[in-house]
Each structure stands twice: as C-alpha cells, then as structure tokens.
C-alpha cells in the first residue's frame, strides 16, 4: 500500500505562500479545523528551509502569539522527516529525523514505507519538484482573504510544471477563508 502525501500551504488571494507582515486572518473556525486536521496519525514531510524557519519561529515565540496555536503544537509532535544534505542533527523538533538525497528519491520512498499519510506544510520549491515527479496526491490550499501584491515573497506555484486540478473538498472557515483541495494530475 502507498501512502498518501498532502501538500498543504497557505496562501494569499494572489498566489503568494509567505509575506511581509501579518495576514491577521486565522479565526477559531479555521484554528479548530487545522487542530483536527492535525490529530490523527500522520508524518511530516519538510525540507530544509522550512524546517528552518519553522524551528526559529518556534525558539523565538511565546505562548501567546499566533506561532504557538494549538494546531502548530500538535504538528511539532507528530514524526517528521526532514529532506536535507546540509542539516546535521540533533534537530530542534521533537521526533524528527533527516533524510539525506534528492527529495523526490526520499519522498518515493516514504510513501512505499510509511504506514500512515504524509503531509507536508510549506516547503514550496520541495513539493514543487514533487508535484513534478507525480508523489503529491492532494493539494490542500488554504486561501486567507487578502491580496498580497506589495508584501508578497514566494509565489507557491511560480516555475511548476502544468496541472489539471480535480476538486475533491471545500469549505468555507470563519465566513472568510477558503480551503481547496485537489488532486493534481500533470497537464499534457
């Protein structure tokens, strides 16, 4: 059995994955949804730069601020696996382990082992080359309503290859943010 790989990413109207600034949006509809999105079983999939940014955010956060939400918490504790050639362990993260190689060798093999799904939040240009390969089976984007023409620092699917989309969830959080998800299918 193959296990499903999910890349989830948040995104502004506009196709932007990260920004200058706060998008201020996360309402306890949406907070509620991402804490049981993140309760059953599953591995975390990253690669290097996010696994990153994520540790510093994390190291440099209190209990009060949006980094900590109860979703962010639960997805630290879940077994990660963390694609890199240039980080050396021990890693910041709880169960966590690093993977050396080529992301879409590791991720091929991920999916043939692993018992539960995979999901990976972030690690655009990673999941990028995924998408590429034919691993991800399901593009989860969560879109805040904001437009991020001035702020905006990495278009999520800027260079990918071409994809036809197959809706297969929706839902409408807090009256205002969207999640989509689709099965990617290369274009051509």
Avoid: C
Wanted: hydrophobic share 40%; glycine share 8%; charged share 25%.
């Amino acid at each position: 059995m193959t296990a499903t790989y999910t890349f989830d990413v948040f995104s502004s109207l506009d196709g932007f994955g990260t920004h200058r600034g706060d998008w201020g949006k996360q309402g306890p509809e949406l907070l509620a949804h991402r804490l049981a999105a993140y309760d059953p079983p599953q591995r975390m999939v990253f690669g290097a730069d996010t696994y990153r940014v994520f540790a510093r955010l994390l190291a440099e956060s209190t209990d009060e601020s949006e980094v900590r939400d109860a979703w962010v918490t639960r997805m630290r504790h879940l077994p990660a696996t963390v694609v890199s050639s240039t980080l050396d362990g021990p890693l910041d993260w709880p169960d966590a382990t690093i993977a050396r190689g080529d992301a879409v060798d590791v991720v091929a093999r991920l999916k043939k082992e692993s018992e539960v799904p995979l999901r990976s939040h972030g690690s655009l240009s990673m999941n990028r080359a995924l998408m590429a390969a034919g691993l991800v089976d399901r593009v989860q984007v969560t879109i805040f309503p904001v437009i991020t023409g001035q702020t905006g620092t990495e278009p999520i699917f800027q260079d990918a290859a071409d994809f036809d989309l197959e809706l297969i969830e929706s839902r409408t959080l807090d009256g205002r943010t969207q999640e989509l998800v689709y099965r990617p299918t290369r274009h051509g």
